[in-house]
């Protein structure tokens, strides 16, 4: 079975602090992880995503297989990062079966002026 | 249209009620998922369509819960008589294809079941 956790619902910075959304994932082959995000009265939207190794919006994340981990982090919060951000997990594409995401619960990030 | 689109936005239904969801995908995405999001929760897999065919239904809570796509584009989520527990917002989202696509949300469809 897969899993994500995200152990926090609520995560509040200053504006220019840095930040650091938690992701943990339960997965006994090779997944690919993203990062979803969702900004207020909008549709989720791919953030990032392990296999590209990019920067998008400052933010970076790296995949630590020896900890099953896949933070989200930025060094300089800004106002417009507010939004709620979710982790989540592709498996092996089975073939016959779906290639679905599996979802953590999601962190909401509040950045204060 | 440029993205996933889904109708309606928003659905009040009284509990016994049956309801319709539509999905209509990017064009020419092969791949339809189905999600259903509690709040305060993530999205949560309901189904899985390739094209015109049905390939994984594993996520559906209940045999309340249908979904088709018969001609291998738009997609509707059908539940029957509608109970509490089916309060969510229902997701629907596509790829191009079944390999490692990026795949995208529509905006959702917010039941509310009273």
């Known amino acids: 079975a897969q899993r994500v956790t995200q152990p926090e619902k609520l995560l509040s910075v200053f504006k220019g602090a840095p930040v650091e959304l938690k992701c943990n994932y339960s997965?006994?082959?090779?997944?690919?992880l993203f990062w979803y995000v969702q900004y207020s009265r909008q549709r989720l939207q791919l953030l990032l995503r392990?296999?590209s190794r990019e920067s998008i919006k400052g933010f970076t994340a790296d995949l630590n297989k020896g900890e099953t981990s896949f933070h989200l982090k930025k060094p300089f919060a800004q106002e417009e990062d507010s939004a709620m951000y979710y982790c989540?997990?592709?498996?092996?594409?089975?073939?016959?079966?779906?290639?679905?995401?599996?979802f953590g619960k999601g962190t909401k990030l509040s950045v204060i002026p | 249209g440029a993205g996933v689109s889904q109708s309606p936005r928003y659905k009040v239904a009284k509990r016994g009620q049956d309801v319709a969801l539509r999905c209509d995908p990017i064009?020419?995405?092969?791949?339809l998922f189905w999600y259903q999001q509690a709040l305060g929760q993530g999205p949560e897999f309901l189904t899985y369509?390739?094209?015109?065919?049905?390939?994984?239904k594993s996520g559906l809570p209940s045999d309340r819960f249908f979904a088709e796509r018969p001609e291998g584009s738009v997609s509707t989520l059908k539940i029957q008589r509608t109970q509490q527990e089916d309060s969510a917002v229902y997701l629907c989202?596509?790829?191009?294809?079944?390999?490692?696509?990026?795949?995208?949300f529509g905006e959702g469809s917010w039941l509310t079941v009273v």
């Open positions: 989202a596509s790829s191009l294809t079944t390999t490692r696509n990026t795949i995208y």
């Open positions: 997965y006994s082959g090779s997944p690919e």
């Open positions: 392990h296999i």
């Open positions: 989540a997990l592709r498996g092996e594409y089975s073939g016959a079966g779906s290639y679905q995401l599996t």
């Open positions: 064009s020419g995405h092969v791949s």
């Open positions: 369509f390739q094209n015109e065919a049905q390939l994984d």
